[in-house]
């Protein structure tokens, strides 16, 4: 006889992970992943580090890091919390206002993370559609939405929402949080920190895992009023970050200059991407992430002739994405590869 | 107008880490910490990994280090899950059987995280306070409890809970999940792994802070039947364990002798500390941990007396701990520079 888990738990799907193959051979398009390595400043800190450290705990409250991270948005250090990644960061804001009988909002498509999140804290969630080209809806009252998810830009269509498309929900519901999910935004025109200063009701959600070039690494952090970044403070495991991390990620925020023409030089290969998809016919949103979404109808029937091409790209066996793949901006390389096996075909 | 947290978050304190000063100076007894480096082969595994491969994801499913974990068991891959620290495997436990109505059972003194995250999860949490010597009581029928916690050896005192103890407790209870936090069993005389095979009713938590001197990359560890494993796994972030954290990680398990022969030191170290201190006069309990707990009547006052002297021990302040302090094992010298200390109070 095995011990009952919770009826929440028992009503989860097993775990299944993305397409991670640890070999190589692959190009990889599918993951979101920055095809350049991370800065020679991290690179540098990673050799100066002495694990001759790592037996002592790291620094449960990462001041240094937050202290860093708050130079680039205005405000104080106690308005940031830093995560073990960014889902992390987004469990917790799901966990800290989301009770039960709450509801969450998100839109359709989005980030796959936060319905699973929902799930898994037994949240009800409501769906709406975004438009045919990724714009946002007419929404009803939101109010009656204890939180409301985003990302800008937005996966896997890349849509990106001005400062003041999102203000306007924002001020329409004051006593629902809007989380801001803000992990691409560096390859984007703008964003959206701005309205923390004007707002308690907003949180913007960061993550190192793309532009930073640190999947690896496991950072994010969430950039609020005190208030909420106290509330996630209060529901970490007690030292969620560890001290390579910490050590690593402070490098990062030291590079800026680094990782700006990295940003440049995919916006440029998207913007390459884009036409020569066009070109072959292609349906591709107009991204401003480090990815695009190109549909020709059958996502699926792509997805497996790039596979045996040696190629990865996403492919999501939903409704409404079927009808195409999510495609990395690799190196221009790999991108030229990924068009050479499209016109072969 | 800030947007309010659920009523558990409310009811939570704010958070206030545990003192870690991140300068010298200090001779740390207070965090368990193991006070040699970590193996040889970590180090050099730390020196051969490639920072260029941070910009990629981490294996999810921690496959190569579950591999290797799974060889010191007896059991099979599924049955090991790797967590960001063993803080976040007590979580996820908590969280995988642990509804609204249920309650936990656990015993008084004990790891002061354990009703932490119960208070998080918003679970009932029934205490039992152990005999004068750390022993177990004669507990009532435990079946109404979902989940019953105990660490072996237990902090803050060390006892260590034979098999055979565990084991009528598991009996008893079959519809109870008992988890048994092995934090510090390496520096005790058994361990209870045995009776994960033999009931589908417990589960054992190992930690690489302590032992392996690993505490600032965070790694633990569950051990149960398959049916527990895939509970964690539904609900763990999708990368909850870092690159660099699994790489490390293989590294300690392959250095078994390394550990070993440090096991050894700290267990004749804390044999001299236990004999010095009762000379003293003070009470030591009987621990099979890397620490020892030692009572003059006023561990407030012995705490600050030991800081001003640039000497961190864990001082606690509940009704049961306040007439001592807990010590770590620390090196030698350490020690005999806190004996020195109380001496010439």
């Known amino acids: 006889m095995s011990v009952k888990p919770t009826k929440i738990v028992q009503s989860l799907k097993p775990y299944v992970p993305g397409e991670q193959p640890q070999d190589g051979g692959f190009i990889k398009l599918n ?33 240094e890091l937050r202290t860093l991270l708050v130079e680039r948005h205005k405000g104080s250090v106690s308005q940031i919390f830093v995560g073990n990644g960014s889902d992390e960061v987004l469990r917790l804001l799901f966990q800290a206002y989301l009770g039960a009988g709450d509801a969450v909002a998100m839109v359709n498509p989005t980030y796959s993370l936060y319905p699973v999140i929902a799930a898994q804290l037994g949240v009800r969630t409501k769906i709406f559609e975004l438009g045919p080209d990724g714009e946002m809806p007419d929404f009803p009252a939101l109010s009656s939405f204890k939180v409301f998810i985003i990302a800008s830009p937005n996966p896997p269509y890349g849509t990106f929402y001005p400062e003041e498309t999102l203000e306007r929900l924002i001020k329409s519901a004051p006593s629902t949080l809007f989380i801001i999910d803000e992990a691409y935004v560096d390859f984007a025109s703008g964003d959206a920190t701005a309205l923390v200063a004007r707002y308690s009701n907003v949180v913007i959600c960061r993550s190192y895992s793309k532009a930073f070039s640190l999947a690896g690494v496991r950072l994010g952090y969430a950039f609020g009023t005190e208030d909420i970044i106290e509330n996630l403070f209060k529901l970490k495991d007690s030292y969620n970050v ?63 002739s790039l596979k045996k091409k040696m190629i990865l790209v996403r492919y999501f066996d939903t409704p409404r994405l079927r009808t195409g793949v999510r495609i990395t901006i690799g190196t221009r390389k790999e991108l030229e590869a990924l068009l050479k096996a499209l016109r072969d075909k």
């Open 31 to 63: 993951t979101n992943e920055n095809p350049y390595p991370p800065a020679p400043e991290v690179i540098e800190a990673f050799r100066q580090a002495m694990p001759e450290r790592l037996r002592l705990y790291p620094d449960p409250l990462c001041v």
């Open 242 to 304: 560890d001290y390579l991390s910490q050590t690593l990620g402070c490098a990062a925020v030291r590079a800026q200059a680094y990782y700006a023409g990295l940003a440049v030089r995919i916006r440029e290969d998207r913007a390459f991407l884009t036409t020569e998809l066009r070109r072959l016919g292609f349906k591709v949103y107009d991204s401003q992430g480090n990815f695009i979404f190109a549909e020709n109808g059958d996502g699926g029937a792509l997805y497996e």
